[in-house]
C-alpha cells in the first residue's frame, strides 16, 4: 500500500510518499501478537493509526500480484501474505482507496496519474 499526503508533512508545502501507513501496523500487529485485540493499548494504538489514515490525500491500495522476493526481510509464506490481505481490505473498506494493478511500470503509471488528477 502506499499514501501520499501534502497536509502532514514536517513543512505544510511539501508532499510525501510512503510505502505503508499506520493502517498496515494494525494489521501486522494483529497477526504478529498473541490476543492484541484484548490490548487496551493496542486499542489506543488503532484509534491514533485509524485518526492519522483519515488525514492521507490518497490512499492506493497493491493487491498482491506480483512475485514474493526473498530479500531476506518480507515474510514469504503465501498464507501469511494471504492474512495480512484479508485484514487490510478490512480496514480499507472504511476509506476511499484506489487499486493499482499490473506489472510494475503500469503501476507506476497508474500512481502517477491518481495523483496528477
Same mark, same amino acid.
Given at each position: 500500500m502506499l499514501v501520499a499526503?501534502?497536509?502532514t508533512s514536517a513543512n505544510k508545502n511539501q508532499s510525501f510518499v510512503s510505502d505503508g501507513c499506520t493502517l498496515n501496523s494494525i494489521v501486522? &500487529? /494483529?497477526?504478529?501478537v498473541k490476543n492484541a485485540d484484548k490490548n487496551p493499548k493496542f486499542s489506543e494504538f488503532c484509534e491514533l493509526a485509524i485518526k492519522n489514515a483519515k488525514k492521507?490525500?490518497? @490512499?492506493?491500495?497493491?493487491?498482491?500480484?506480483?512475485p514474493l522476493v526473498d530479500d531476506g526481510? !518480507?515474510?514469504?509464506?503465501?498464507?501469511f501474505r494471504s492474512e495480512i490481505n484479508h485484514l487490510l481490505l478490512d480496514i480499507l473498506k472504511d476509506y /476511499?482507496?484506489?487499486?493499482? !494493478?499490473?506489472? &510494475?511500470?503500469?503501476? @507506476? /503509471?497508474? @500512481? /502517477?496519474?491518481? @495523483?496528477?488528477?
Amino acid at each position: 500500500m502506499l499514501v501520499a499526503n501534502k497536509a502532514t508533512s514536517a513543512n505544510k508545502n511539501q508532499s510525501f510518499v510512503s510505502d505503508g501507513c499506520t493502517l498496515n501496523s494494525i494489521v501486522y &500487529l /494483529k497477526t504478529k501478537v498473541k490476543n492484541a485485540d484484548k490490548n487496551p493499548k493496542f486499542s489506543e494504538f488503532c484509534e491514533l493509526a485509524i485518526k492519522n489514515a483519515k488525514k492521507y490525500d490518497f @490512499i492506493i491500495y497493491l493487491p498482491p500480484e506480483l512475485p514474493l522476493v526473498d530479500d531476506g526481510f !518480507r515474510p514469504l509464506s503465501p498464507e501469511f501474505r494471504s492474512e495480512i490481505n484479508h485484514l487490510l481490505l478490512d480496514i480499507l473498506k472504511d476509506y /476511499k482507496f484506489y487499486t493499482v !494493478r499490473g506489472e &510494475l511500470k503500469e503501476r @507506476i /503509471k497508474q @500512481i /502517477k496519474d491518481i @495523483i496528477k488528477n
